[in-house]
C-alpha cells in the first residue's frame, strides 16, 4: 500500500463520535505497551501521528486514523496494565466491547502481541472473544529487533501455541523499529477490507 495521505479524524469514547463515512476500517487490540501504536505509525510512515510512549497506558480513547480515504485504523487503549486504576480498567473494557460488538464498519482486528513473551492470560482472551464474535484476527508478533532471528521460529512458535491459533489465521513478524514485516501486514490488512 503506497499511503499518500494519513490523517488523525477524532478520539472517541462512544459510537455517537465515531467517524460516520462508512469506509472499511481495522482496529488494533493488545496489551498496554506492546507497540500498538508504534505499529500504526510504521504501517503509515509517519513518525507520531498515533502517539506513543514508554509508559503503558498512553492510549487511552479510540482513535480513528483515516489513511488515502480509503480505510480506517481504529487505535485504542491496551489492556493488561494493573496500575491503571479498575474503574478505568472497566470503563476501558466497555468501550471496547461497545465498539468491537456494534461497529458495523470494522472488517478486522490486528492482534499485537511480544514477540519475546509467551501470550498472557489476557492476549488469550482476547483472541476468544474475537473468535467468538466472529470478528477476522490477524496476530502480530511485534518487537522482532528484539530477538536474534535464530530464535524467531522457537517464539512464533510459542505464540501459536499459547493463543491455540485457529488454521488460516495469519501469524506476521514485525518490528515498527526496523519495519520488517510491513508489506506482509499491508496484504493481510488489504485482503480484510477489500482495498
Ligand atoms: P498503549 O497505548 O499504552 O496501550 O501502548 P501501545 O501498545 O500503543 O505501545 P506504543 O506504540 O506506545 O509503544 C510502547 C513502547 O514500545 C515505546 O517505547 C515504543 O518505542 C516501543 N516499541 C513499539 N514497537 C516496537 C518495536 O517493534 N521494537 C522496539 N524495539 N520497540 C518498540
Ligand atoms: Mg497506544
Not at 472499511?24 to 487490540?29: D, F, G, N, R, V
Given at each position: 500500500?503506497?499511503?499518500?495521505?494519513?490523517?488523525?479524524?477524532?478520539?472517541?469514547?462512544?459510537?455517537?463520535?465515531?467517524?460516520?463515512?462508512?469506509?472499511?476500517?481495522?482496529?488494533?487490540?493488545?496489551?498496554?505497551?506492546?507497540?500498538?501504536?508504534?505499529?500504526?505509525?510504521?504501517?503509515?510512515?509517519?513518525?507520531?501521528?498515533?502517539?506513543?510512549?514508554?509508559?503503558?497506558?498512553?492510549?487511552?480513547?479510540?482513535?480513528?486514523?483515516?489513511?488515502?480515504?480509503?480505510?480506517?485504523?481504529?487505535?485504542?487503549?491496551?489492556?493488561?496494565?494493573?496500575?491503571?486504576?479498575?474503574?478505568?480498567?472497566?470503563?476501558?473494557?466497555?468501550?471496547?466491547?461497545?465498539?468491537?460488538?456494534?461497529?458495523?464498519?470494522?472488517?478486522?482486528?490486528?492482534?499485537?502481541?511480544?514477540?519475546r513473551?509467551?501470550?498472557?492470560?489476557?492476549?488469550?482472551?482476547?483472541?476468544?472473544?474475537?473468535?467468538?464474535?466472529?470478528?477476522?484476527?490477524?496476530?502480530?508478533?511485534?518487537?522482532?529487533?528484539?530477538?536474534s532471528?535464530g530464535?524467531?521460529?522457537?517464539?512464533?512458535?510459542?505464540?501459536?501455541?499459547?493463543?491455540?491459533?485457529?488454521?488460516?489465521?495469519?501469524?506476521?513478524?514485525?518490528?515498527?523499529?526496523?519495519?520488517?514485516?510491513?508489506?506482509?501486514?499491508?496484504?493481510?490488512?488489504?485482503?480484510?477490507?477489500?482495498?
Amino acid at each position: 500500500m503506497l499511503v499518500k495521505k494519513a490523517e488523525f479524524v477524532i478520539s472517541a469514547v462512544k459510537p455517537a463520535q465515531y467517524p460516520e463515512d462508512a469506509l472499511p476500517e481495522i482496529a488494533l487490540a493488545g496489551r498496554s505497551n506492546v507497540g500498538k501504536s508504534s505499529l500504526i505509525n510504521c504501517l503509515i510512515q509517519r513518525k507520531n501521528l498515533a502517539r506513543t510512549s514508554s509508559k503503558p497506558g498512553k492510549t487511552q480513547t479510540i482513535n480513528f486514523y483515516r489513511i488515502n480515504d480509503q480505510l480506517y485504523f481504529a487505535d485504542v487503549p491496551g489492556y493488561g496494565f494493573a496500575r491503571v486504576p479498575k474503574s478505568v480498567r472497566q470503563s476501558w473494557g466497555k468501550m471496547m466491547e461497545t465498539y468491537l460488538t456494534g461497529r458495523e464498519t470494522l472488517k478486522g482486528v490486528i492482534q499485537v502481541v511480544d514477540l519475546r513473551h509467551p501470550p498472557t492470560a489476557d492476549d488469550q482472551n482476547m483472541y476468544q472473544y474475537l473468535k467468538h464474535f466472529g470478528i477476522p484476527v490477524i496476530v502480530v508478533a511485534t518487537k522482532a529487533d528484539k530477538i536474534s532471528r535464530g530464535k524467531w521460529q522457537k517464539h512464533l512458535k510459542a505464540v501459536r501455541e499459547g493463543l491455540e491459533l485457529h488454521q488460516g489465521d495469519p501469524l506476521l513478524l514485525f518490528s515498527s523499529e526496523t519495519a520488517y514485516g510491513k508489506e506482509q501486514l499491508w496484504k493481510e490488512i488489504e485482503k480484510c477490507t477489500g482495498n
